[in-house]
């Protein structure tokens, strides 16, 4: 009797260890699991450092940056990114591309539009018609002729990351949204609209002899306080002649018309002044019959151009 009550109470034990030696060693299984993928993780870069180490996405590079996104395509993911190469983005239009690019909002759209959440490998790929984008419109996946995506060919694929996957695109795909915005967008720059208007002549010439055409052609944005002819003509004919032949002092005069950024006239009626690129101060009155700026009337207002935007005033202003 007292070895039956022994010999159960070794198979007992023995059981006991058992179980617990069973429970120890899957939970170590576990964790080493879990360390063999972080180990794994740790020796792959992600999108980001991908990216940046290939040599051929620099410009994505660089507004991924600039749209504040690198830290959230270094996070954990998974994302599945269709890159666009350098060469893709040097086809889109110049006054396109700088139009997105100085605009972090527009621009954090179309980057975003690149992205689709999960690791969609190319096995995948192969077998969708649409995605969705983490910008939260549709992708068009087309499969007749290699991979198209939208209007853009699949050229690479499957370039692995710690936090998802890279395919190669040799075009910029553009959200729909995003191209109706663009297509709403003026397109002509501050000059351009100045000589369409067929009201600011003077000025025009006045910009011209001062050697600023190419300044205030570029990318701004700037916001101009433009006068019109009638408003160079309270000046005369004799003072106008004279400042048109002083480039210098015509440049002086001109830049006080000009406010570095794109300022509507819902924020100028918040501003009591603001600095010109000529570098002095303009004074700015919101009143219940209008805007004054220094002593100029502004008679109309938020004249969009694709570098910035023109408030027409009736006086030339003077430093």
Do not use: C, W
Request: proline letters at 3%; glycine letters at 6%; aromatic letters at 4%.
């Amino acid at each position: 009797m007292k070895n039956l009550i022994i010999a159960i109470v070794v198979a007992v034990l023995m059981g006991t260890a058992f179980t617990v030696f069973a429970l120890t060693r899957d939970d170590l299984n576990q964790k080493t699991d879990v360390a063999l993928v972080n180990v794994e993780k740790m020796d792959k870069p992600n999108i980001v450092e991908v990216a940046q180490s290939a040599g051929t996405f620099n410009t994505l590079v660089s507004v991924v940056s600039q749209a504040g996104l690198a830290e959230t395509l270094s996070n954990d993911g998974p994302f599945t990114v269709f890159a666009p190469t350098d060469e893709a983005f040097a086809k889109v239009d110049a006054d396109t591309l700088n139009m997105i690019v100085s605009d972090n909002e527009l621009l954090t759209q179309v980057l975003t539009y690149h992205v689709v959440a999960g690791k969609v490998m190319a096995a995948d790929v192969v077998n969708l018609q649409s995605a969705t984008s983490l910008q939260g419109e549709m992708i068009d996946i087309d499969t007749a002729n290699g991979v198209m995506v939208n209007q853009a060919q699949v050229t690479s694929t499957d370039i692995m990351a710690s936090n998802g996957v890279i395919h190669v695109i040799d075009e910029v795909i553009l959200p729909p949204t995003v191209v109706n915005s663009l297509s709403a967008a003026p397109q002509m720059n501050i000059v351009e609209t100045a000589i369409s208007a067929g009201s600011f002549n003077t000025l025009v010439t006045a910009v011209q002899t001062a050697g600023l055409v190419e300044t205030l052609s570029g990318d701004g944005p700037f916001t101009v306080f433009a006068p019109t002819d009638e408003a160079f003509a309270k000046l005369g004919d004799e003072t106008i002649q004279s400042l048109l032949a002083d480039p210098d002092q015509l440049a002086e005069i001109l830049t006080y018309h000009v406010v570095a950024g794109k300022v509507m006239a819902a924020d100028v009626v918040n501003l009591d002044s603001a600095t010109t690129v000529q570098g002095q101060n303009l004074t700015i009155n919101a009143h219940d019959s209008g805007v004054t700026v220094n002593e100029a009337n502004v008679t109309a207002t938020d004249i969009e151009t694709s570098n910035g935007v023109i408030h027409v005033i009736d006086t030339v202003l003077v430093p």
